[in-house]
């Protein structure tokens, strides 16, 4: 449904989307996630076809989107990441209007908008003025606005971002009632929700994919991965450091605390060993004495971490 | 059709949102009634002299005494008030970005720029209907001529829709309304004045000036002539105008 083949974008020179290719199914949610600049939305503003490729190819139903943006039009829903909507109008009469200009018949207008407020459940606001809203229900709005004309494909940006957990929760539940019928693609930061919701997820930085997976597959591969912290008392550092380091499936150790004697260390290690027993057996070597020992698997939150570290040497954002 | 008439629809409701159209329509319609009752006034005072003693060569009628000066200062105004009408047009959708949402709808650039050239100029003949009161109170007193009346309502209408036209193309440019604002004052000037450069260019560069001059064109419409050379300069330049506006508005989105 959605198939992107080498789209680079540059921005004065610098490329901010680069070489990406990907495709969606008909009937797929896929996330997309990025640390902030990674451009993602600048993806999604090409998708849309409000924003030229410098090269590579888009298309939406078989329709390239430089060539055919009409059709392509017709056959997208988008959100925006900050939604820019016509302050001074009310909801119906906006919606009315998205509508209009959807080109939705005459005669099916108001069921049609009728349809996609109680959706979205921006039912009760609908007599209101766009302008005295409160972020939830603008994002509703947005939300209903994109699903007007009953569009094959749906482009979200950030749809949860600024939300509280309960109506993020209810966003999740709508988009999801979408799968088998729409193509969804939602940008997001926050990868736990990302694999709640969607069947693959997308992780981009700095402008190019770094994976594409499904939820299930990422956890197996990263999520074996776990960090166990220990907490020593006296004995010999350096003997203790070597020791560790000694182990097969450590990565890596970093002192993390220091204070009254006692030193606490946080040891990353590799998916499918469980080092505990060397761990001891590295610390009574050594001379310390172990005071505490923690294991914790890895989150999908500080697998995207890792995947997208680099990012920390950019020293922007 | 339809969007066109559904972005038109959307734009009069925020001219009616907005401070900005009152003042505009307030000032017109005062004004213009302040000139024309001391148009009538000059008029009856004039007409009180004895034929003897009236200026050499100055026959008084209606429509030259009245209505005339009434069309170049309705024109005059139009040329102050026109600003404000088209400067958020296209410049506040980019301003608050809400371009981003329109052009992903299945919405064509024509579509776009001709609902909004038709919002603003259905709320400008809007005030002109208005402005009909005058001529209205005047046929109320005396004999009006309808000829020059309607030849003068024409010119206005035609005068009008070309000065939209740039105010349009002038608001593609810019994400600022105010900055639409004063170039579209500035380029309006221009095209008013331009027929007083003959005076510098010399009597060899006079035709081309004057066939430039909006002034010169209107001119014989407030006298009642109605020339077809005239109705075709105002209508090709208000349809070559928006054109541009197309072009720009479609050259805009491939840069983001
Ligand atoms: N019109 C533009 N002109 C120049 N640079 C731009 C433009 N739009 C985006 N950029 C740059 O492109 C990069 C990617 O931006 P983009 O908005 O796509 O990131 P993102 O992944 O959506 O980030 P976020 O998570 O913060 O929304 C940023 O460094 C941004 O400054
Ligand atoms: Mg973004």
């Not at chain 1, 409000?50 to 997208?76: N, S």
């Not at chain 1, 994976?211 to 597959?217: E, G, S």
Request: with cysteine; aromatic share 8%.
């Amino acid at each position: 449904m959605i198939e992107v083949s080498g789209l680079t974008k540059t921005f004065s020179g610098s490329p901010v989307v680069n070489d990406l290719s990907f495709q969606i199914d008909m009937g797929e949610i896929v996330g997309f996630l990025g640390p902030n600049g990674a451009g993602k939305t600048t993806t999604l503003r090409i998708l849309t076809g409000y924003l030229p490729p410098t090269t590579g190819q888009v298309l939406i139903a078989g329709f390239d989107v430089t060539k055919y943006p009409t059709e392509v039009r017709r056959r997208i829903g988008y959100l925006p990441e900050r939604i820019p909507l016509y302050e001074e109008m009310k909801v119906r009469g906006y919606l009315r209007f998205v509508a209009e200009m959807k080109g939705v018949e005459r005669r099916r207008r108001s069921d049609e908008v009728e349809r996609v407020t109680r959706w979205s459940g921006a039912s009760e606001v609908s007599d209101r003025l766009i302008k005295r809203l409160s972020h939830g229900f603008r994002q509703r709005v947005g939300l209903a606005q994109a699903m007007i004309g009953d569009p094959d494909v749906i482009l979200l940006d950030e749809p949860t971002s600024g939300l509280d957990p309960e109506q993020a929760a209810g966003f999740r539940d709508r988009i999801q009632s979408l799968r088998g019928n729409k193509t969804v693609l939602l940008s997001t930061h926050v990868l736990s929700e990302a694999s709640q919701i969607c069947d693959r997820v997308m992780i981009m930085n700095r402008g190019k994919l770094v994976v594409v997976d499904t939820p299930a597959n990422l956890d197996r591969n990263f999520g074996g991965s776990s960090i166990v912290s220990i907490t020593v008392k006296e004995g010999s550092e350096s003997e203790l450091l070597a020791g560790l380091r000694a182990l097969s499936g450590v990565g890596s150790v970093e002192e993390i605390k220091s204070s009254g004697g006692e030193r606490t260390y946080r040891i990353m290690c590799d998916s499918g060993i469980d080092p505990r027993s060397g761990i001891v057996r590295a610390i009574s070597v050594s001379g310390a004495e172990l005071m505490e020992l923690r294991r914790e698997s890895l989150s999908l939150e500080e697998i995207f971490l890792e995947l997208t570290s680099d990012r920390k040497d950019r020293g922007e954002d | 059709m339809n969007r066109v008439w559904a972005i038109a629809k959307r734009e009069l409701a925020d001219y009616f949102h907005s401070p900005v159209a009152y003042a505009v329509a307030v000032v017109f319609l005062i004004l213009g009634g302040y000139f024309f009752y001391n148009f009538v006034s000059f008029y009856h005072l004039l007409s009180l002299q004895p034929a003897a003693s009236r200026p050499p060569g100055e026959y008084l009628t209606i429509a030259e005494g009245v209505l005339r000066p009434l069309f170049e200062n309705l024109a005059f105004l139009s040329m102050l008030i026109i600003p404000f009408l088209t400067m958020r047009l296209i410049a506040e959708e980019k301003r608050r970005r809400s371009h981003e949402l329109l052009m992903t709808y299945p919405v064509s650039d024509a579509e776009l720029i001709g609902g909004k050239f038709l919002a603003s100029a259905l709320f400008y003949v809007a005030l002109l209907i208005l402005s009909t009161a005058y001529p209205i109170l005047l046929a109320g007193m005396t004999e009006v001529d309808p000829g020059p009346l309607l030849a003068g309502y024409l010119g206005l209408i035609l005068t009008g829709a070309s000065f939209l036209a740039i105010g349009l193309l002038v608001s593609c440019t810019t994400e600022s309304p105010i900055a639409a604002a004063v170039g579209t004052f500035g380029a309006l000037l221009l095209v008013w004045t331009i027929g007083w450069s003959t005076s510098v260019a010399g009597p060899r560069w006079t035709p081309l000036f004057e066939s430039l001059s909006f002034l010169h064109r209107f001119g014989r419409f407030a006298e009642g002539i109605v020339d077809l050379g005239d109705v075709v300069f105002f209508v090709a330049a208000t349809f070559a105008l928006t054109v541009c506006s197309i072009m720009i508005i479609s050259a805009r989105k491939w840069r983001g």
